[in-house]
């Protein structure tokens, strides 16, 4: 699965696609949720993190409409959600700049069920360490040349340490979080971005970017020689509690209806 925009060599692009990942069971990873436009299209990937609310990545900020919920194939999704309001953090302005994160509000509250559930956020700002298991999921391309795919799919990833990541891109924005990629066969592709990076059960990150190939507008999924970016959803702790918690949408939101 890999993510990419236009930033110095890198594009965001609005996918995600794993290699050597699997086809996610049918009763795990229930929150996943497919973001998607006005023709019912696959954008970006995303999750569910309470009734009202489905985060995803800022530059995933296309011409979104609904959000899929309650199946891994999107061939078979019946949950379909208007999204109502968009928001996105105030201080994104491109990938290359950071604060890469978006929550979208869906037109009608969705309730768990057998095949909907809600994943936990950090309740405050934490660090992983170096070398931590993680898994990441999405709907994106399995190779550079493919397409995205029906089945959900999912990887397990390590998380890398700061100072190897910061080594290895000549760039990066603050907080975030390096994990797969890197001379590995693991990690995100076009098609995934939007996706959480997930920890223990809890989703710790959002797919944010990757390397691309050399002048062309291609994430390389084949597989990168640097570090797969994520944006740090700890370190946006208080911008998502004035949303989720303190019901702040209204001022911080932009409608979509």
């Not at 898994?135 to 995205?148: L, M």
């Not at 050399?214 to 959803?233: A, F, K, M, Q």
Request: proline share 5%; aromatic share 8%.
């Amino acid at each position: 699965m890999f993510a990419l925009q236009h930033f110095m060599v890198i594009h965001v692009l609005t996918f995600l696609g794993q290699n050597d990942g699997k086809i996610a069971p049918d009763n795990e990873m229930l929150y996943m949720a497919s973001v998607q436009d006005q023709e019912g299209d696959h954008v970006c990937g995303g999750f569910l993190v309470s009734e009202d609310f489905v985060m995803t990545a800022a530059h995933c900020d296309l011409d979104l409409k609904r959000v899929v919920l309650g199946n891994h194939n999107l061939k078979k999704s019946e949950k379909k959600m208007k999204i109502a309001k968009k928001c996105k953090h105030p201080d994104y302005k491109n990938v290359g700049h950071g604060y890469d994160i978006m929550l979208l509000k869906l037109s009608t509250p969705v309730q768990p069920s057998k095949r909907i559930q809600f994943i936990q956020l950090p309740f405050h700002e934490m660090t992983l360490k170096e070398n931590e298991k993680c898994q990441v999921a999405g709907w994106g391309k399995i190779n550079t040349y493919g397409s995205v795919v029906d089945d959900l799919r999912v990887v397990d990833v390590s998380v890398i340490s700061p100072q190897v990541c910061r080594k290895e891109w000549d760039h990066l924005p603050p907080n975030i979080i390096c994990a797969g990629g890197y001379n590995t066969t693991k990690g995100f592709c076009q098609g995934d971005s939007g996706g959480p990076l997930v920890w223990k059960g809890m989703a710790v990150g959002i797919v944010s970017f990757n390397k691309s190939i050399p002048r062309t507008e291609l994430g390389n999924c084949n597989y990168p020689d640097v570090p797969n970016v994520y944006t740090d959803i700890s370190k946006h702790h208080y911008w998502i509690r004035k949303i989720l918690k303190e019901k702040k949408y209204k001022k911080l939101c932009v409608s979509t209806l």
